[in-house]
């Protein structure tokens, strides 16, 4: 038996699943700007609250590890290392971009037979952090920060449908709508939902990370803004 908690802090989702066995039995979500650090630690009480059960009855954490926001991967994974060190429970990081295509995939009832899957998390501008995944999530692109133009994915689209997804994709749309094979779907939100089959693999194969030395998947060094000052 296996009773997990999910974290997705890595867009402006702030979500968190509780699954037992690969089920998830209710989850709490909100999207919207600079929310992580006030909701995380209250949808996590109550989430928990809700399936009958107490944070001592956990088994494990799985946090979304990135990439993505620098701000809410960082209060997602604080988070979770201070439940896994007071708990004594193992810490389970699941790529957030397979993630979002294993989510991607049990929603969408209309995938054309072999086709591809690339999440995309907004990265500013005109640059996403995205990968590319077959039907089985082999990684056919592996993850990396990417400037998306008319020629992006080019000779991948000659062969192969791909179906691009996330707060990423919609910006994109205008140039890669413009290739046949390309699908921009624009109504796919992060989910810790979609951490779960990921997770419980992970649980069972007991692929765990080192609470202590762990980190998120930052892709980029973070940039502080440049407050401007009135004269």
Partial sequence: MSLILQIETATQTCSVALAKDGVVLNSIEKTDRNIHASNITLFIEEVVKLSNYTLNDLDAVAVSMGPGSYTGLRIGVSTVKGLCYALDIPLIAINTLEAMADGFKAKCFSVKPNSLFCPMIDARRMEVYCAIYDNDLKTISATEAKIIDSNSFEAILESNIIYFFGDGAAKCEEVLGLNMNAR????????????????HKKFNDKDFVDVAYFEPLYLKDFVAGVKKVNV
Avoid: R
């Fill in 184 to 199: 921009v779907m624009d109504d796919f939100t992060n989910s810790a939902k979609d951490l779960t089959a990921l997770a």
